[in-house]
């Protein structure tokens, strides 16, 4: 399994998941859960749906030392 989240990618999915969870919190719903996914992928660094589409958000930085 090759990363094809980039790190700017990465720190968006955290912030936007905290966002949600929050949200789901705040209103005491089970959506908030939803929030989750973003977080998660963010951690391990691979998007399932960016695997399935051919979509990398690595820089050409992050892609160099990969390579390496």
Do not use: Q
């Amino acid at each position: 399994m090759k990363t094809n989240i980039g790190a700017k990618d990465k720190t968006l999915r955290i912030l936007f998941g905290i966002l949600i969870v929050g949200v789901g919190v705040f209103y005491n719903n089970w959506w908030g859960l939803v929030g989750l996914i973003p977080i998660i992928t963010a951690v391990i660094g691979w998007c399932p749906l960016y695997a399935l589409l051919g979509i990398n958000s690595l820089s050409k930085e992050e892609l160099k030392k990969r390579k390496e």
